[in-house]
């Protein structure tokens, strides 16, 4: 989606750079070896996927808890909790997408964009 694609994210990334807690998240070699084995466009998928099953509905019975915060589980994890893609309180802190609705398919393509770009950011001087 161009309208998407040409959003800038560096604001974004700077106002999470300033969070104490946002960046303090990195992937360790675990992580980046899961990528590496996969690819890239198997992460994106599951990235896609993941945002669908556990962020977009409307209702969300366990919202807060759906993110695991362990390495070596699935990386993309590790980057919801980095960009604030990890719950629907931290998407409406984060993003202003208010809980209660559920997610646009534009709004799940931002943020599949928004943990991929973190996810590339993190592995760029290693692959």
């Known amino acids: ?13 700077e106002r999470l750079a300033k969070s104490k807690f946002r960046s303090s998240f990195y992937l360790n070699a675990k992580d980046k070896e899961y990528i590496r084995q996969h690819g890239w466009t198997k992460i994106e998928q599951g990235v896609g996927e993941t945002i669908a099953r556990r962020l977009a509905p409307a209702d969300i019975p366990n919202d807060g808890r759906q993110t695991p915060m362990r390495h070596g589980v699935f990386p993309p994890f590790i980057a919801q909790h ?41 592995c760029d001087n290693d692959f």
Do not use: N, S
């Not at 959003?7 to 990334?13: G, S, V």
């Not at 202003?96 to 609705?101: L, M, S, Y």
């Open 82 to 122: 980095a960009t604030g893609c990890c719950c629907r309180g931290c998407l409406a802190k984060w993003y202003g997408i208010p809980k209660g609705r559920q997610l646009t398919v534009k709004e799940q393509i931002l943020l599949t964009r928004v943990v991929m770009t973190w996810l590339h950011r993190q």
């Open 1 to 13: 989606m161009k309208e998407v694609e040409a959003i800038d994210l560096k604001p974004l990334f």
